[in-house]
């Protein structure tokens, strides 16, 4: 049984992190869909939660809509609400099979995000087999974020983004923020198909 009942407390937990008070000069944070843009998968060596080793390409695959995440297991703060958004996602597609659309959790801590920890986080969450969780690892791990264009920086000062395409297609939506999880589904399925 997935942990629905916690989900409210989670998104009210987290808000004060994401409210920033304007007589501070900072502006509140907000979803934001940035358009479209180029993005090549790279093939770079992965391994995911259960220890299956691949290529990253190879194990999103090309011609499924994804919906890609960025995460660590050690996070206190963004992640839970993030995590706690694609949750949602999760037993919406879960709901509805004729979605072909596929979760993606990046980690990127590349020293303690170890498939044993993704693969602890997942359980915890009760992710679905259609949710896919994967390391670069100490190695690889900067480089694969650097290539789908995550920003360096300290862990914890990432904002939350999503990248939602069709991997066949070169294209990829960037969204930054805390999105509504029936739009980013809306979004996924609404991708055009692979030309042929």
């Not at 660590?72 to 949602?88: D, G």
């Not at 590349?110 to 992710?127: F, G, H, K, Q, V």
């Not at 739009?183 to 399925?189: G, M």
Request: proline letters at 8%; aromatic letters at 6%; a negative charge.
């Amino acid at each position: 049984m997935k942990l629905n009942i916690f989900l409210p407390a989670l998104f009210l937990a987290a808000a004060p992190t994401f409210a920033h008070d304007k007589h501070h000069g900072q502006n509140q944070t907000q979803d934001v869909a940035l358009a479209e843009e180029p993005l090549a998968l790279p093939n770079l060596p992965v391994t995911d939660r259960h220890g299956s080793r691949g290529g990253f390409r190879e194990k999103v695959g090309t011609e499924r809509s994804l919906i890609m995440s960025f995460s660590y297991t050690e996070c206190e703060s963004l992640c839970n609400v993030t995590n706690a958004v694609l949750m949602m996602v999760d037993d919406s597609l879960s709901e509805n099979p004729e979605h072909d659309v596929q979760i993606v959790t990046v980690a990127i801590d590349a020293l303690r995000d170890t498939p044993e920890a993704l693969n602890a986080e997942a359980e915890l969450l009760s992710a679905s087999e259609n949710w896919l969780w994967l390391t670069g690892g100490t190695k690889g791990t900067r480089p694969l974020l650097n290539t789908l264009r995550f920003p360096p920086g300290a862990l914890e000062d990432h904002d939350p983004i999503f990248l939602v395409g069709r991997p066949c297609r070169g294209l990829f939506t960037r969204v930054i923020g805390l999105p509504d999880p029936d739009k980013l589904i809306e979004l996924a399925t609404s991708q055009p198909p692979c030309a042929d």
